[in-house]
């Protein structure tokens, strides 16, 4: 594999591919590519490619095999585990998938959309709104975020208790392998038992068996009504309660149960333009909960009158507010999403995406809480997340007044403390962001020998010549 700069010729075949418009060298050029929103990782490239057509994309990958050049494919550069970044010192090239951004085809009677990979999330939201349908999928980053990127981390999100991640809104994908062949795999079937699943292989595979070119996404009826509420909560076991309440009344129409902290309110109120504390009372959790059903409005505003009240009864539920307008809605959603940008401003910030069995979130955060605080007196924890789902963004903002790179200097050291309390409860260190760079030399402590073999030998018989995004997920031979 090419670890040193490409010859000039090589290049200028590359280049002859995609045209020069389409070929970036300039550094000036090049550096957006180079950089991932975390500011964790810089990496190094000779070029990057933006082809046009699947048949180019193919092009490149026959000349790579051929040349054993590695090649990483980049959708819009929202991951947050550097798997999109090329590695530093090395000469991987960047291929961009953002100019495949067709939308192909819709079907609204079959409920599904066929896109090119380069689409950005929000524009097929977008595209099944104007065909009155419901794309779920929806994410902070889904301004940016692009359809390949989305499949290739198995993105998950806000929507997944309801529709699933994004493995579940798929039905099937077109993928250019390591070699150049092309795999047209854009069934629409629902049902289809037909030997292995290769689909299920290159979702989540983070760029490391092919690159994905087109994907056929499902898309669901719009719902009928919608209600968001916000609950301040007096501990995480009133919000595990709470929540197993919202279950039982709302069934599949609970679309999304949020907790934050009081700190994470703080934090947002102070420095997201825009965002309030909705209350005017003080609360240790809050639970954001998101109800959405398809028979009537009326059923949406009954269920979560019905939830709150039952919520106070119980003494669950302290204060509660309803979003009364869509732009309530909005608000108090991107309250949420604010979370972690708010965080910024507060300093250094050491960010863990894990989930363990949702019934063991208490016992898991009082561990955690209590094993930071013995190693960092003073730290902030700033723990939220995808409740309903067991998933905990458990972020820890360094202590007021700390140096910055002192503190960030102990990532590691904090991600074994969580992450060795995650094991015991039989978790994941990765809930929805994926390996990438930043966790695949934990991954080989995570799981156990059998499965790291099957995985390598899986890499192998899709990526014989290791071109494919190299030491991303699994560390290359
Ligand atoms: C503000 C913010 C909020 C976020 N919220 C969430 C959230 O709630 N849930 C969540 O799951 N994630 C979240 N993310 C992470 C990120 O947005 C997702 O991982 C997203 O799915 C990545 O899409 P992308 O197009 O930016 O991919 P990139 O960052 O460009 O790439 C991600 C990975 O996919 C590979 N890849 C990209 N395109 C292709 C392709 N066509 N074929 C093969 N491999 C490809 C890359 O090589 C890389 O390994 C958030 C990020 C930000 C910045």
């Known amino acids: 594999m090419t670890t040193t700069l490409p010859s000039p010729e090589l290049i200028a075949s590359f280049i002859d591919i995609v045209g020069s418009a389409n070929a970036l060298t300039n550094p000036a050029d090049l550096a957006p590519y180079l950089v991932e929103s975390r500011g964790l ?163 989540g595979a983070e760029g490391t068996l092919g690159v994905i070119t087109g994907a056929v996404l499902r898309m669901f009826p719009k719902p009928l009504g919608h209600q968001v509420a916000f609950a301040g909560v007096g501990s995480v076991e009133h919000a595990l309660a709470l929540f197993d309440t919202a279950s039982s009344l709302c069934g599949a129409a609970l679309t999304g149960f949020e907790l934050m902290p009081r700190l994470g309110v703080e934090f947002t109120a102070k420095h997201i333009p825009g965002v309030r504390d909705p209350m005017d009372t003080v609360h240790p959790w809050y639970a954001l909960i998101d109800i959405s059903t398809s028979d009537s409005a009326e059923s949406a505003e009954r269920m979560v009158h019905e939830l709150l009240e039952q919520g106070i009864v119980a003494g669950l539920v302290e204060n509660a507010v309803i979003a009364t307008s869509e732009e309530q809605r909005k608000a108090l959603w991107h309250m949420r999403e604010s979370m972690s940008p708010a965080q910024k401003p507060e300093g250094g910030s050491i960010k863990h995406d894990v989930s363990v069995p949702v019934s063991s979130i208490p016992s898991f955060m009082k561990e955690a809480d209590a094993a930071v605080m013995r190693a960092m007196p003073g730290a902030r924890i700033c723990s939220f997340g995808h409740m309903g789902d067991g998933n905990i963004h458990y972020n820890i903002s360094q202590p007021v007044g700390a140096d910055k790179q002192a503190f960030l200097d102990r990532w590691r050291e904090m991600n074994a403390i969580i992450h060795g309390i995650v094991a015991k409860y039989n978790g994941s260190i990765s809930a929805e962001h994926g390996i990438g760079q930043l966790k695949r030399d934990e991954l080989v402590e995570v799981r156990s020998p059998i499965e790291i073999e099957l995985m390598r030998r899986i890499k192998h018989a899709f990526d014989p010549a290791g071109i494919m995004n190299p030491d991303k997920v699994l560390r290359a031979d």
């Open 41 to 203: 990782y810089k990496g190094t490239t000779p070029m990057v490619l933006r082809p046009g057509s699947v048949e180019e994309v193919s092009r490149i990958m026959k000349l790579a095999s051929a040349t054993r050049t590695a090649i990483v494919p980049q959708g819009g550069n929202t991951g947050h585990v550097a798997g999109q970044i090329p590695r530093e010192g090395k000469a991987d090239i960047v291929l961009s998938l953002q100019r495949l951004n067709r939308i192909r085809d819709i079907d609204p009677v079959g409920n599904v959309i066929v896109a090119d990979a380069g689409c950005i999330l929000a524009d097929i939201q977008k595209a099944a709104d104007d065909h009155d349908r419901l794309f779920p999928l929806s994410l902070g980053s889904e301004g940016s975020a692009r359809i390949g990127g989305n499949l290739s981390t198995n993105a998950g999100g806000t929507a997944v208790l309801a529709y699933g991640n994004m493995r579940q809104l798929c039905l099937g994908l077109e993928v250019v392998l390591p070699t150049g062949e092309v795999w047209d795999g854009l069934r629409r079937l629902k049902k289809d038992n037909t030997g292995y699943d290769l689909r299920d292989l290159f979702i």
